[in-house]
């Protein structure tokens, strides 16, 4: 327990430093008022706020009854796993269980179908605060205390966890939190309703504090006993009271030292003259006793304290070895070495920790440490020598699992774990690289072909992979990619390293899903399953499995599509749409009945699940920066999220208005929203409030869009007019009829020169905003209009073959035929390509059926020169309904109708004139979505072949009953990816199998006589 670690480490606690708060006016209040919700201790570094709490718990422990629930949380910045939100509130849900096991059964809800990995991850706040929220209606108890200390030192997600005692403190939940001053957790306290603060500077509060060191000093002094005589200890009692300026960590490190070693009075009498009053003084007094010691043991203490400060968690001694570059001869003593560094240092069991964070604070920016200013050349020193352990170390089945087949869930680490001394190595190392690199050019040489990296990622890649897959890190591994990919682009250029990285990134995020279940098959399905050309394929190509004698037919390259995300329990899903935020870091699906996810565009890992019905969902949108999603639903509401802070969303709602539209301001303050009853409501994103009501409409208001600046708003509407307000003064400052015809969409042009209009006498208009004069009119049964994002062009769909172009300086026109029935109009950022998907049928969704001859691809358009680039031809029948640029330009996503996929291609490099996706099939070939693979389409086996396993009645290879996976005589051997393990159709004959894949495709795969 982290309660019992803490006040061990700092000697005990004793009750005559916290009693006084047992009997503070604040306390009582919280502990006796029903309108006292919260209370909030707030004090300086050194202050005894821990301790205070750990007594408070001890008190409430003592003196409720059975029915009041006590949980509490120890945050720790130093420390990664109690540094965050989630962390707290996995740790309160553990507690609350732990006093009454029945509420375990939310756990057990949420755990259906998912498992343990629903805890963890990025996802998992929002799922441990529905269990804690719905844990805390639990009839079962009477009432809760929650408990944090250290809310300062919750450094990722604070304001999500203050929501959450917002949202739940009340007379039965009552809240107690402690920490160092910070603005922003003073004004989020300050909104969570009913609360006190109980300030440790305030005169009455000082006071008693001040009496509390008084008798913690005395506590400390008695146990002196046997190193002074009575009359000493008086001595130097007096000499504490007056230096300690009741701070308990001072006298805490003050003692520390005394203890040491026996001294002589008068010797005692100038050491404590000496001793500086403040925490800061003191600590360089620790410091320049360090450097004094004889021998190298200074230079071996700095390397120690520069890594365990730099370090993003406490450090195991043997991962303190590796990292801190003292593994060699000084290996077995680097425990001894540690306890040298004990006045800044706490080592329980084989975890070092730092005394307090106010000492990392200090040391952070100390020169004995850091000579050169900062941390980079420490950073440097952490990657290299992690570099070096892994490719020590890490080995094919490092754990011996032996079974290729064995996933994630069946494994078990070994006794003896050899990577025990690399796992910190392993997930951290580019995070290392990362900070160094971003404060110092000095280590650019590692990043240098044939240099420290690259020979690593040459050597070991899959071996780091599996590591990463026995750790459950595989996400961590991809953003350490990521980061490396960004570095070497701005700092070093073109280079064969570069290229390795992309392509290792490519692998690990196509083929994530099968190296996070198995870890082994990152050599088997991994490798079987990339395209030949691949660096990691052919670097590797030893490492493939030699029993594989018929490999599966791939792509020479990797195709556009960058990875497959699928949805939790997809195969009971539907991806209704899909849409990236602005600055494209962010994908927004809507699944029924999952809800609303959010995912990293990067890592394809899910962020967030924003649990609501689907169903009643129509669209949603993200605000500028990506920091709000709003929704709007089939009836009087609109939901809004703070992305940042999650939890449960704001509700604007109209009560009996039909909500039709919704926009989003770019600065991320406003929500407008169009309604049946033909008002405008503009409000208010971080309340929920509705701030204005702009009235003008004769009829149900279909569209709004806001201004690039955010100053004004364009509704449209079907009494045949569209309104441009003035935000600042909520007047109208245009209405422009458009003579009988009504509005159903418009759209400003991203400059705000233009607005385009759509009416319900198929005509798209175009508007001049500052004179209201229509510029352009569109006929021809125009269905999509749309500008692009330098405001050059404007666009238009006409009919099904015919793309209009209109050039916003000169309002001329070009005319573009396009084969097929585009959809799904989307321009680049740049403004210079538009993509679309093209039909080869009337009714809108781009599907193949092969006995109807019909086809469907995705297409570029080059804008200046109307020359057409096919990026992908879709072989299967697929149904889509969406299409969007990242804000880069360099990717296009899709969305499929029917099923859980998000499609994302790389259009970076210049497209081919030929479909990149077309793999060449006879029509004829497949008659059906999911063929039916016969026996007589097999290849002829090799000639080696045995009589035995000719005969078509023997097969060895089947797929499991689930689906996932290729067996070999009833054992695991290959998992499938995703395209071949839904509604697949297979045949096996003897040692082979082929199966169809969802897109039209066939693999085969045959298997050898040895294997294992």
Known sequence: MDKERIENAKGGLHTASYAWILRNRDFQTLRENPESHLLWIKGDAGKGKTMLLCGIINELTSSTLPETLIAYFFCQATDERLNNATAVLRGLIFMLIKQKGSLGLYVREQMKGAGKRLFEGPNSWFVLENIFVEMLKDAGFKSAYIIVDALDECEEDVERLIGLVKRTASSRIKWIMSSRHRDGIEYGLQLAGPRTRLSLELKENAEEVKEAVDMYIGHCVSKLANLY??????QLGDMMRQKAHGTFLWVSLVFQEIGKTRRLRRELEDMMNQIPVTLEGLYLRMIEQIRKLDWQRPELCRKLLATVVTA???????????????????????????????????????????????????????EFLFPSGNMAETHGTIVLTSLQAMSKTLRRDI????????????????????????????IFWADHLDEGLSTSAQF????????????????????????????????????????????????????????????????????????????????????????RQSIIKKQFEDKELQWITIKPHVEDYWNPCLATVVVDDYLEQEVKSVTFSPDGRLIASISSPGGVKIWRADTGVCQMTLNTDASVIRSVVFSEYGSYLAATLNDDTIKLWNLATGGNPQMCRNYSKWVLTVALSPDGKYLASGSDDSNVYVWDLHTGSCLLTLAGHNDIVGCVAFSPDSQRLVSGSRDSTYRLWDLKDSSTQKSIENRHEAVEEIVFSPDKAHVASFTDDDQVKLWNTSTGKCLITTSGYPTEALFTANSQHFITLVGDSIIEVWDLATYDRRAFNVDGYPRYLVPSPDGRKLAYIGCENRDGLAYIRYEDGYGGHLTLLDIETGKHHEVAHFNGCWEYEG????????????????????????????PSEKPLGDQGMDEEEFASYYPKVRP?????????LTTAILDASVAN?????????????????????YDYERGLQWESRANMIAIAGELGDVIIIGFGDNVP
């Open 444 to 531: 650019n040489n590692i990043l240098q072909d044939n240099g420290a990296v690259h020979q690593f990622l040459m050597e070991s890649y899959l071996f780091w992979l599996e590591a990463l897959s026995l750790l459950q890190s595989i996400p961590e591994g991809i953003m350490a990619l990521v980061k490396l990919e960004k570095f070497l682009k701005s700092r070093i250029g073109d280079s064969n390293l570069l290229e390795f990285v992309q392509d290792g990134r490519r692998f690990c995020l196509r083929q994530s899903y099968l190296i996070t279940e198995a870890p082994l098959q990152v050599y088997a399905s991994a490798l079987l399953f990339s395209p």
């Open 312 to 366: 993003l968690r406490p450090l195991q001694l043997e991962e303190l070895g590796v990292v801190s570059d003292l593994s060699g001869e000084y290996a077995r003593e680097i425990g001894h070495i540690a306890s040298l560094c004990r006045s800044f240092l706490i080592i329980q069991g084989q975890t070092v920790f730092i005394i307090h964070q106010s000492a990392k604070d200090f040391l952070c920016t100390n």
């Open 229 to 234: 005589d009575q009359e000493t200890r008086n």
């Open 936 to 944: 007589e389409d097999l290849p002829p086996e090799d000639q080696h």
């Open 399 to 426: 754990y011996n699992l032996g079974c290729i087949g064995k996933t994630i869930t069946e494994v078990k680490p070994p006794k003896k774990d050899p990577p025990a001394s690399i796992r910190y190595s392993c």
């Open 957 to 977: 290879c089947e797929v499991s009953n689930d689906g996932r996976w290729i067996t070999y005589r009833g054992q695991n051997k290959i998992l499938l990816p």
């Open 883 to 910: 299409l969007s640029f990242h804000s880069t330009g360099k990717y296009v996503g899709t969305k499929n109708i029917d099923d859980a996929f998000e499609h994302v291609w790389d259009i970076s490099e210049n």
